[in-house]
Nanobody, 120 residues
Framework: QVLLVESGGGLVQPGGSLRLSCAGSGDIFSIDTMAWYRRAPGKERELVASITPRGTASYVGSVKGRFTTSRDDDKNMGYLQMNNLMPEDTAIYFC??????????????WGQGTQVTVSS
């Protein structure tokens, strides 16, 4: 079993920055793709960013140039640096990992989410 815990959310003014972290623990042998999703009020869940084990990142168009995702596999950590935040970025942000366990099992895990509110 693997537990993912997000942190770093909060209230920020437009134009501000936040750094989200995703800490993983449990049966983690290695991690394939790490991804960040968000769910805004009244909207569908949206893939925001993802990063491969080799560090190749991809982003949804609305956050390109403002958000940067990174990872530290030695520490079982994932990050989402969010700059120039806009009110439309307000959402609950979730991290999700494809984890390879010690006996070779592969499973997808999700964190509980962290609220990001962008408002003046």
């Amino acid at each position: 079993q693997v537990l993912l815990v997000e942190s770093g959310g909060g209230l920020v003014q437009p134009g501000g920055s936040l750094r989200l972290s995703c800490a993983g623990s449990g049966d983690i042998f290695s991690i394939d793709t790490m991804a960040w999703y968000r769910r805004a009020p009244g909207k569908e869940r949206e893939l925001v960013a993802s990063i491969t084990p080799r560090g190749t990142a991809s982003y949804v168009g609305s956050v390109k140039g403002r958000f940067t995702t990174s990872r530290d596999d030695d520490k079982n950590m994932g990050y989402l640096q969010m700059n120039n935040l806009m009110p439309e970025d307000t959402a609950i942000y979730f991290c999700t990992w494809d984890v390879i366990g010690g006996i070779g099992t592969v499973a997808e895990y999700w964190g509980q989410g962290t609220q990001v509110t962008v408002s003046s």
